[in-house]
């Protein structure tokens, strides 16, 4: 479903060069949760970005669902859900307004994409906040908003970007609960995460990133026989010890 081939990315930061991702290759079928873990720096937003097509790749490339994201950008985005910290809200709409508008946007008929408002509304606990303001959020509201917009146009491919950001508890258990039924209708989803703990008990596969490389990848009990760690906090405090993290 998501499949991405010897993707290269280089910036120019303060006249220097960084290599954000170095040659990368990896997949995710449907049904399959694929962990993008990696130290800050890794070059995991820079991965999703280009996946969708908000970023273009220097080398190699991004597949979804058969159509290559440089090729067919606007098959790749009616295809994909994007949850990113740095998506904002429209300040100036309401909830639902916002949802309705991107609803269009993605080309969904008035009748279904009220539907799909009311089923996000429950499922995020937005009935509440759907006449305020985005502008009026918190943190944890508005990225409650950003998950319901990313859905809304029900897409098979799903790319979450640090999801529980600013989540408390419960809602970090929403958005758990919810990954995982859309892991069961069939999707392919990629989601990055420094939360650890959850990403041990959501993700059926993972991708350890560093400098843009992977370092590992498999299941947990084949990342646990590759390095001899237990858990994933185990691995990152022995690959990527401060001396080795990307500044
Ligand atoms: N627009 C940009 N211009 C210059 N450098 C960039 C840009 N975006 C990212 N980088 C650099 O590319 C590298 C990878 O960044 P990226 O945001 O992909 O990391 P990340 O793995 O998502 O980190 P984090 O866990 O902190 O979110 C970093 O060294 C970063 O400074
Ligand atoms: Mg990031």
Not at 30 to 40: A, M
Not at 59 to 85: C, F, H, I, M, N
Not at 204 to 209: A, I, K, N, Q, S
Not at 225 to 243: E, H, I, K, W, Y
């Amino acid at each position: 479903m998501i499949t991405i081939h010897e993707i290269t990315k280089r910036f120019w930061a303060g006249g220097a060069q960084v290599l954000a991702v170095d040659h990368l290759s990896f997949a995710v079928g449907r049904g399959e949760v694929y962990g993008l873990l990696g130290p800050n720096g890794a070059g995991k937003t820079t991965t999703i970005r280009m996946i969708v097509g908000l970023l273009r790749p220097d080398a190699g490339y991004a597949e979804v669902a058969g159509y290559r994201t440089s090729q067919s950008p606007d098959e790749v985005k009616a295809r994909v859900g994007l949850v990113s910290a740095n998506d904002g809200v429209y300040p100036w709409l309401t909830v639902r307004e916002m949802l309705l508008f991107f609803a269009d946007l993605y080309g969904v008929s008035t009748v279904a994409a009220r539907d799909k408002l009311e089923t996000l509304a429950d499922l995020f606990q937005l009935r509440s906040l759907l006449h305020r303001r985005c502008s009026l959020l918190s943190t944890g509201q508005r990225q409650r908003v950003t998950l319901a917009r990313a859905l809304i146009h029900s897409p098979p491919v799903v790319l979450l970007d640090e999801p529980t950001r600013g989540l408390d508890v419960l809602g970090s258990q929403v958005v758990i609960d919810y990954v995982r039924q859309l892991r069961d209708e069939g999707k392919a989803l990629i989601v990055s995460t420094h939360r650890l703990d959850e990403a041990e008990r959501l993700c059926d596969r993972f991708g350890l990133l560093h400098q843009g490389q992977l370092r590992h990848e498999g299941t947990l009990e084949e990342l646990r026989a590759a390095t001899g760690c237990n858990t994933l906090v185990d691995m990152f405090r022995s690959f990527f010890q401060p001396a080795q993290v990307a500044t």
